[in-house]
Every structure is written in C-alpha cells, then in structure tokens.
C-alpha cells in the first residue's frame, strides 16, 4: 500500500536531487539558448503529452503516469540525444497498459503521427508500429521494469474528499478509494478531513495537474505536492481565504444568545444539547490547525509551493492555449481574487504574489532579477520544436566530429529513432 511505501526508505529511489537532474541536462545544457528554455521545454512536453492522452481518451491519471515515465526516463537520457517525440508516444502507451487502460499501438502510432505532423510539423514521426514497440521497451528498461506511480491525487483525496463521495475534477475509481485504512499516515494525524468548499477542492486538483509540467514530480514526493497545492489554495481561493482571516471575534456567540432566549423559559431542559449543536454546526473548523497537524515540514511544502508559483511565472510567457484541466484557467475565472494576477490565467510571481522567507505569500512588487527584454520574450511551440532540432543537429556534428578526433559511439535509441523517419 501507498503508506507502507512512502513510510519507507525505498521511494527515494524515484525522487533525485538538483545535482542528479543537472547532470541529466549537462548536454542540453550545452546547447540550448538558455538553462531557462529547458523549463519551457518541461512545459510544452506536458502540454504534448495531455494532448495526446486526450486524443487516445486515457483519463487524468494515466496522463500524470505518463508525464512521470517521461521525467523518470530523461533522468538518464538527454533530449539532444534522442527523439522526444517518439519517447512521448511511448511512455503514453506504457501508461495505459500500467494503469489498466491499455489502447492499440496502431491508435497511438496514428494518433501521434496526426497530432505532431499537423500542429507542430513534425513529419518524421514513424509509421511502422514496430519503431513504437522498440521504443517501449528501451523505455521500460530505463525505468527499471518499475511501473507503479504514485501520485498526489491520491493525498488530496484522502485529506480532502467529502464523505459519501469524492466532488473532484475527474475523479476516478482509483482515487475515490483511496482512504490509506490499513494503518495511521505516517504524514499526518488520520483524524478528520479538510472541509473545502467544491470551488477549492477544484483548484486544488487542477494545480496538481499543473505541476507536472515542471520536474517537481522528481525532487518531492507526491504526499507533499499534495499538500503544497491544498496551501496554495488556502490563499489562492478567496473565499476560503476570507474564511481563514475571519477574525474569531466576528462570528456570532451562540452560548450567549442561548443563555438570554432561555432564562425566562419555564423549561430548560434541552438548552445544553441545542447549545452544543449549534456549536458544532457553526464553528468554522479550523484549517491552519488542520495543516499544522500534519507530520510534516511545513518548510519544506512553502518551499514547493514557492516553486509551483515560479512555475506559473515562466509558464506566463509560454505562448499555447491555457487547458481547461489547469488551474491557471482556474484563476482566469476568478480575476477578483486577491494576490492573484494574470497575463493568460496564470499567477504573477513577482508582480502580484511573492513569497517570502518565512513561506508565506504576500502582494506586492517585487524587485526584476531578470532584463526587460528576457521578461518580456513570448516562446511558442515552434520555437522550441526548431530548438530541439537544432540541438539535435548539433549533438550530432559533435559526436561525428569530436576536439579528440575519434568519433564517439552513437546513442542506440537516437540511431534507431533517426533512422525511424
């Protein structure tokens, strides 16, 4: 079960460090414009991913399950030195037979040919079924024949799902079910559940989904996701947060209007059980000893929390249409929200909502650490794709013609995926 694994010290062997995932990038880094563009890149992956999964009509969770297999694989592989796009096609494909929804490789192989030749012109997407069949399993060898993900849906459920059924975005069997009984969270108390309003818990699942588009899926695990997003939208959804900020003084004392509307009755025998009801129906629960009682480092969540929004931030200048099933949309709903600004739907780390040492966020104007001019760049689709083949290009020429003069053995899965088209 998920509590015996994350209570353990073997889930570390999928959750790496900044050092491990730097030098995964070590040759990317090379030759991409920036180390800034391969942030753009985690994005237009995910985006590339969850368009084919909704062209296949695989459910949320295999999508995540794929976006995982695809960071998980990239932990040892270079983008430069293989075709991401066929990688891409794998990992959904070995997603829905992971997650017991499995699709024909020839839907996949056609669905991908349609979605990257038409929309970002990629034409030399394979045919031939047995390219993706190779692929796959050079992909479950890089993943170590490890195909169980756990993700944070699971904990938002389990912390936040209303009784009697989950009121989610897309919840599935899977998560609905997903109440850890077989023994105490080791992450928290097990008493209770966090009451959100429908409006929260939404947007909670959708900031879920949007950080799979960064590579938070690889340095944290998944309970603490969880928990940075419910932060998040504690602060993020008005009014949960009006809610949270009602001063204690503001809500109506029910014992003393009890004790007046019953000291000239004749008869006082129910007044201590319709005081203790009223009591209990009214108080508001309270959230912030909610999160605190969680077993966890509540450092560590604002610290997460602080990269989701930073995420957002250069998510702000990635030219593609905000999908209904991110919270960016969310909040384009709600441009009344405060600490909330948006260009395309997405928060504005450093205009509208910074946050701060202590790990909390505040409004205000934060100071540029940046140029005007890299702040304002807009990157679309096709400038990244056009990147990708130029540090493809370029890796190649490297490795047929390297400063020693010896050619260096070409990576078999990108000879293979080259000679693919």
């Known amino acids: 079960m998920a509590t015996n694994f994350w209570s353990s010290s073997h889930y570390k062997r999928w959750i790496v460090d900044r050092a491990t995932l730097h030098q995964a990038r070590y040759y990317d880094l090379q030759y991409a414009d ?18 084919l999964g909704k062209k296949l ?22 983008y430069c030195e293989t075709d991401p796009f066929i990688v891409i096609a794998a990992c959904c494909y070995v997603a829905a037979k992971a997650e017991e929804a499995p699709v024909a490789i020839r839907s996949v192989v056609t669905e991908a040919r349609t979605l990257f030749g038409d929309e970002y012109g990629i034409k030399t997407f394979p045919s031939d079924n047995s390219k993706l069949a190779e692929m ?57 559940k966090l009451e959100l309003q429908e409006g929260a818990l939404q947007m909670a699942w959708f900031i879920i989904n949007d950080t799979y588009r960064s590579e938070l899926c690889l340095l944290y695990p998944p309970h603490l996701i969880a928990i940075a997003a419910i932060y998040l939208t504690l602060i993020f959804h008005a009014p949960t947060r009006a809610s949270i900020q009602q001063p204690a003084s503001s809500a109506p004392s029910h014992s003393g209007s009890s004790h007046h509307s019953h000291s000239g009755s004749p008869t006082r025998r129910s007044s201590r059980s319709t005081t203790h009801s009223q009591k209990k129906q009214q108080q ?30 250069l998510w702000d200048r990635y030219s593609e249409d905000v999908h209904a099933d991110s919270a960016r949309s969310s909040f384009l709903h709600k441009s009344g929200s405060a600490s909330v600004g948006t260009r395309r739907g997405g928060v504005k780390a450093g205009r509208s909502a910074s946050v701060v040492s202590s790990g909390t966020i505040t409004s205000g104007n934060t100071p540029s650490t940046q140029d005007d001019s890299a702040q304002n760049e807009i990157v679309t689709p096709m400038s990244l794709v056009q990147l990708l083949l130029r540090m493809r290009e370029q890796r190649m020429t490297d490795l047929a013609h390297p400063p020693s003069g ?13 000679a693919a088209g």
């Open 34 to 51: 920036s180390p800034e563009h391969l942030g753009f890149l985690n994005i237009f992956f995910a985006n590339l991913i969850s368009k």
């Open 57 to 78: 009509q695989l459910r949320q969770r295999v999508i995540a399950t794929a976006t995982v297999f695809f960071r998980r694989f990239y932990v040892k592989n270079s």
């Open 136 to 192: 796959e399993f050079y992909l479950v060898d890089e993943l170590e024949c490890d195909l169980t993900v756990f993700h944070p849906y699971r904990t938002l459920v389990t912390l936040c799902g209303k009784e009697g059924g989950v009121s989610l975005p897309e919840a599935e069997a899977g998560e609905a079910d997903a109440d850890d009984s077989d023994g105490p969270r080791y992450w928290g108390t097990g008493e209770g």
């Open 284 to 313: 508001p629960q309270d959230v912030i000893g909610f999160m605190a009682g969680l077993n966890v480092s509540m450092t560590l969540v604002a610290t997460i929390a602080q990269e989701i929004i930073s995420l957002y931030a």
């Open 406 to 418: 010896r050619p260096v053995a070409v990576n078999k899965m990108l000879e293979r995926t080259q």
